[in-house]
């Protein structure tokens, strides 16, 4: 009896993992699709990085002017899942010199290394998946044409079982999509464009978004606002909900992303002072497209408890 129940036990054992193995296995995106792109322009890739915010994390801590162009590396996000280190993406044998357009397009798109690993979720490729293949084409023309760093980051500083990254295959199942957020009805062409950018390349919801204990964000509260990623403070609601952004107006929003300032004479801080920085890289119709969207999304409540 005893020998049979063992038996019993290797048995589901050896069948879970193998379910667990197939069900967790990373994915690739589909080559027809990505054969389908035009060659990249470099030209069309500077917007596209400015829009996807590359330099605030991929960028030297603390760099300025044109070393924000250097993407060496190094940035530490400490989350409660553990600290994650930014990694070199210059053009450089040490960044992704040696990476093809299919590669980067499968980090941003699906979450995958080029040598078939999962990428931890603090690199926002949830919001990449919804980037149209081109810009991505139009964005690694632009990569390569920036300056080469030798850097080589640190590794992340995670426990078990976070350092276990197949499982990531099971949360990709539940959180990776490339679905819109919303359906927002009539929306003009600049809420299309708006909301192009703020869920796609943009990643707003990475941190304006409240997640659950898994790290999932909890998309019926979208853009409420939440706990700061990282350390003490909150992210503020940017939704027309109580404590959002309800009184501004779609230049006010505009303005802001801009020049940095709101619209009762104050600044913005924290993370935003570099969103800001790039944002101001921006053509005015797309700050103007970010803040038709904003105005346009359901409005809710502060998604982070009160003080």
């Known amino acids: 009896m005893i020998r049979k129940l063992l038996l019993l036990i290797i048995v589901v054992v050896i069948t879970g993992g193998a379910v667990f193995w197939l069900l967790s296995a990373p994915s690739r995106v589909d080559p027809a699709r990505l054969a389908a792109v035009a060659p990249g322009d470099a030209k069309r890739g500077e917007s596209v990085f400015w829009a996807g915010g590359c330099a605030s994390c991929h960028a030297a801590p603390g760099a300025s002017g044109d070393a924000r162009l250097v993407l060496t590396g190094g940035h530490e996000l400490v989350t409660p899942f553990g600290t994650f280190v930014t990694p070199n993406i210059s053009p450089s044998d040490k960044g992704i010199g040696k990476w093809s357009f299919e590669d980067l397009a499968n980090a941003m798109l699906a979450g995958v290394s080029p040598d078939g690993r999962h990428y931890y979720p603090a690199f926002p490729y949830t919001s990449y998946a919804r980037m149209q293949v081109q810009d991505i084409a139009d964005l690694y023309a632009y990569l390569k044409t920036l300056p080469p760093s030798d850097n080589v980051a640190a590794d992340h500083r995670l426990s078990f079982p976070f350092t276990v990254r197949r499982g990531l295959g099971l949360w990709k199942r539940l959180y990776l999509s490339a679905a819109p957020v919303l359906t927002i009805a009539g929306a003009t062409d600049a809420i299309k464009r708006g909301q192009y950018l703020v869920e796609g390349p943009g990643h707003c919801g990475e941190c304006h978004t409240p997640r659950n204990a898994i790290g999932g964000l909890d998309k019926t509260r979208w853009l409420a606002g939440a706990k700061a990623p990282e350390g003490k403070g909150v992210v503020p609601n ?55 969207y904003l105005k346009a999304i359901p409005a809710h409540p502060n998604g982070f408890p009160k003080p």
């Open 238 to 292: 940017i939704t027309g909900g109580e404590g959002g952004i309800d009184n501004w107006s779609e230049k006010d929003i505009a303005y802001a992303l801009e020049s940095g300032f709101t619209p009762d004479f104050d600044s913005l801080g924290g993370s935003m002072t570099d969103v800001v920085l790039n944002m101001a890289h921006l053509d005015a119709a797309d700050r103007d497209a970010i803040a038709a």
